[in-house]
């Protein structure tokens, strides 16, 4: 028996994946806050509860994130790009092109069949047309984020964001709900900007089947079908999605713990 654990430690939330011979058999998700090396262990410990299993029983602990260093009780670290790769890898074999797109940056990843890192492009460090940019936005139209993902489904003038910025879009949706505009037509032109710098993200690394949807906004059915409708290609969203960085670095945990990858 070998079981192991992956912490993402995300600059919005933090994940925690245990791989026990290869299969999932406990996770967890929260909201982070400013004491990381707590969250970490907090989701560590609540990933074992799920499970039922203790602290003593796990042989490796990866740390992946932006916080992965805060990981301190683990023994390795691996990159997000690395881990995402690997993840979705396993979620989904086929993969060729990782989308990842989290609270505050967005990834295209290019996958060998064997889930190692080809080649990858990412957002400059402004938080456009990520999940801080939809976050932001859908507060300015008085809802929640999760609860605007099938709010664009009959759209049926959709605006145009103009502002990238998330600051002045923000505005921007305030002066479009002050106007009268349809929040239908607004979310759904909120969908357009994030895919269609997604799009270009993409085709930095080359876009080809499989593509695998990774990351917290990969719950966003509206983005899901915007950016299949934009690519005319099937997209790969697992239940699992936005746990793909915390399964790949559990995955790293098990190799270098000695057993083959599942
Ligand atoms: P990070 O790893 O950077 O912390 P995540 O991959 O956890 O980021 O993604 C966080 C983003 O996911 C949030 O900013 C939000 O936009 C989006 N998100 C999270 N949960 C939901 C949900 N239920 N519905 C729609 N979007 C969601």
């Given at each position: 028996m070998t079981?192991?654990?992956g912490?993402?430690?995300?600059?919005?939330?933090a994940?925690?994946?245990?791989?026990?011979?290869g299969a999932i058999?406990g996770?967890?998700?929260a909201?982070?806050?400013v004491e990381?090396?707590k969250?970490?262990?907090r989701a560590?410990e609540?990933?074992?509860?799920?499970?039922?299993r203790e602290?003593r029983?796990?042989q490796?602990?990866t740390g992946t994130?932006?916080?992965?260093?805060k990981v301190t009780?683990g023994?390795y670290?691996?990159?997000?790009?690395?881990?995402?790769?690997?993840?979705?890898?396993y979620?989904?074999?086929?993969?060729?092109?990782?989308l990842?797109?989290g609270?505050q940056d967005?990834k295209?990843?290019?996958v060998s069949d064997?889930?190692?890192?080809?080649?990858?492009a990412?957002?400059d460090k402004?938080a456009?047309?990520?999940?801080?940019?939809?976050?932001v936005?859908a507060?300015?139209?008085?809802?929640?984020?999760?609860?605007?993902?099938?709010?664009?489904?009959?759209a049926?003038?959709?605006v145009?964001?103009?502002?990238?910025?998330?600051?002045?879009?923000?505005?921007?949706?305030?002066a479009?709900?002050?106007?009268?505009k349809?929040p239908?037509?607004?979310?759904a032109?909120?969908?357009a900007?994030?895919v269609?710098r997604s799009l270009?993200l993409?085709?930095r690394?080359?876009?080809?089947p499989e593509?695998?949807?990774t990351?917290g906004v990969s719950?966003?059915?509206?983005?899901?079908?915007t950016?299949?409708?934009r690519?005319?290609?099937?997209?790969?969203?697992s239940?699992?999605?936005?746990?793909?960085g915390?399964?790949?670095?559990?995955?790293?945990?098990l190799?270098?713990?000695?057993?083959?990858?599942p």
């Amino acid at each position: 028996m070998t079981l192991v654990a992956g912490v993402d430690i995300g600059s919005t939330t933090a994940k925690c994946i245990l791989l026990e011979d290869g299969a999932i058999v406990g996770k967890s998700l929260a909201p982070v806050g400013v004491e990381l090396v707590k969250d970490a262990e907090r989701a560590l410990e609540k990933a074992l509860g799920e499970a039922g299993r203790e602290r003593r029983e796990v042989q490796a602990v990866t740390g992946t994130g932006y916080g992965r260093f805060k990981v301190t009780f683990g023994q390795y670290t691996l990159t997000e790009i690395g881990c995402h790769a690997k993840g979705a890898h396993y979620l989904f074999p086929g993969t060729r092109v990782v989308l990842d797109i989290g609270g505050q940056d967005t990834k295209a990843i290019k996958v060998s069949d064997r889930g190692e890192v080809v080649d990858f492009a990412m957002n400059d460090k402004c938080a456009a047309g990520t999940g801080r940019f939809l976050d932001v936005c859908a507060g300015a139209l008085g809802f929640d984020v999760s609860e605007i993902g099938s709010l664009s489904l009959g759209a049926r003038h959709p605006v145009k964001v103009t502002n990238t910025c998330t600051v002045f879009a923000e505005s921007e949706v305030s002066a479009y709900v002050a106007r009268g505009k349809d929040p239908k037509d607004i979310v759904a032109g909120l969908y357009a900007s994030v895919v269609s710098r997604s799009l270009s993200l993409m085709q930095r690394v080359g876009v080809e089947p499989e593509l695998t949807f990774t990351g917290g906004v990969s719950r966003n059915e509206g983005v899901v079908r915007t950016l299949r409708q934009r690519l005319n290609l099937s997209v790969n969203v697992s239940p699992l999605s936005q746990y793909v960085g915390a399964i790949g670095a559990a995955l790293h945990g098990l190799e270098r713990a000695g057993s083959p990858p599942p």
